[in-house]
């Protein structure tokens, strides 16, 4: 198969920079003692998933059941979910996942532990419980080392469940404060954290100097996108993952139209200064998607002069956030070496629940 011949709008993922991005996380955490447990949030496939195990990660992380039914359907049994879960439903679901590989999960509260017990009485195994702790980001995560302490207890006491240690996202100056103070107290209660879950990627590779995480989780650092080069960690030759999409029309001289619009980039701004538009195009860097609806992007090619792309031809972008992306078609393209490998099902998509 001709990769030009192919229909765009479509996900295009470039093998041997998958294959770099992931062997230098795998050596990052090799060196600085740290197990990786990748999170399969970005690419969603089992292949993907086993070759990062092939390369040394101790398991995977996954944000939703849905998505550790299909991992661990294709064989995966070592499984983190860094979710809370919540409900009769849940705790059902997540005992058919402890009947059949080591699970655990992460969570903030009284009634996500009862959940996760209630599975592991069901499943008659226990659940490896890890206590999400907030360093900043106004999410999920208990705010102070008391709620901290008192969840860890009634993991110790609770059937069901065992308490295995500590979680947080993402990972940054604060996570070490806070471990600083929170762990000689655990330690005088007999409540050491066998691990202790991080992640981020735009952080990664700083993992070690900023607080000490035992287990990694990162999931962008697969592909890569224009935040992870905006943030450093990354450059654009990095980036493995590019949406292939045609010129449709120039209704006008600063204007082009392009076949993807919100049903294929997600909404996702950069950070301050760091660049407008949804999406990068290489080979135009003046190139911004200003504008979407649902099946039309409007690239504002002003600042393209007379190199302004025509209609008919075709453009690789980079999003801003690859994991929205991702999760928003059934199937990618591997290429290797530029080359048509294979079409790819994301067979873990959609998965919200
Ligand atoms: C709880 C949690 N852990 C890990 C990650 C992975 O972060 P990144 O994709 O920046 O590596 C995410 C990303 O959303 C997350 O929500």
């Given at each position: 198969?001709?990769l ?30 740290i ?35 299909v ?19 849940k705790a ?32 008659g ?10 360093s900043?980001?106004g ?21 069901g469940?065992?308490?295995d ?39 990664a ?16 650092y ?11 960690h ?60 649902e ?5 504002d090619?002003?600042a393209c ?10 453009l ?38």
């Amino acid at each position: 198969m001709e990769l030009s011949l192919v229909e765009t709008p479509t996900p295009v993922v470039e093998l041997d920079i998958v294959e770099a991005n992931l062997r230098r996380m795998q050596d990052y955490c090799d060196r600085a003692g740290i197990a990786l447990r990748p999170h399969i949030k970005t690419h969603k496939i089992p292949a993907l998933a086993h070759r990062q195990i092939e390369l040394g990660a101790r398991g995977i992380t996954c944000q939703k059941l849905g998505e550790a039914e299909v991992m661990a359907d294709a064989g995966i049994d070592d499984i983190l979910i860094s979710y809370p879960l919540v409900g009769v439903g849940k705790a059902l679901r997540l005992a058919g996942l402890a009947q059949r590989a080591t699970m655990r999960v992460s969570l903030d509260n009284r009634v996500a532990l009862e959940t996760v017990a209630e599975a592991g009485r069901i499943a008659g195994r226990e659940i490896g419980v890890l206590v999400e702790f907030d360093s900043g980001n106004g999410r999920t995560g208990v705010t102070s080392i008391d709620e901290v302490l008192e969840l860890a207890r009634a993991a110790r006491e609770m059937a069901g469940v065992r308490f295995d240690g500590l979680m947080n996202y993402p990972v940054n100056a604060r996570t070490g404060e806070i471990l600083r103070d929170l762990l000689p107290k655990m330690e005088s209660e007999g409540l050491k954290p066998g691990i202790i879950s991080g992640g981020g990627t735009p952080n990664a590779f700083r993992t070690h100097e900023m607080a000490p995480i035992t287990e990694l989780r990162v999931g962008t650092y697969i592909y890569n996108d224009r935040m992870t080069v905006a943030a450093g960690h990354a450059s654009w030759d990095d980036c493995a993952y590019a949406v292939h999409v045609t010129v449709i029309s120039r209704p006008r001289p600063d204007l082009a139209i392009i076949d993807a619009g919100s049903k294929v980039f997600s909404s996702d701004a950069m950070p301050p200064g760091t660049g407008d538009g949804h999406g990068y195009f290489p080979a135009y860097a003046g190139a911004k998607l200003v504008k979407m609806s649902e099946e039309h992007g409007m690239v504002d090619v002003s600042a393209c002069g007379g190199e302004a792309p025509k209609v008919g031809e075709r453009l690789r972008v980079i999003p801003n956030h690859v994991c929205p992306v991702s999760n928003l078609f059934d199937r990618l393209i591997f290429t290797k070496g530029g080359a048509f490998q294979t079409f790819m099902p994301i067979a873990a998509r959609g998965r919200s629940q």
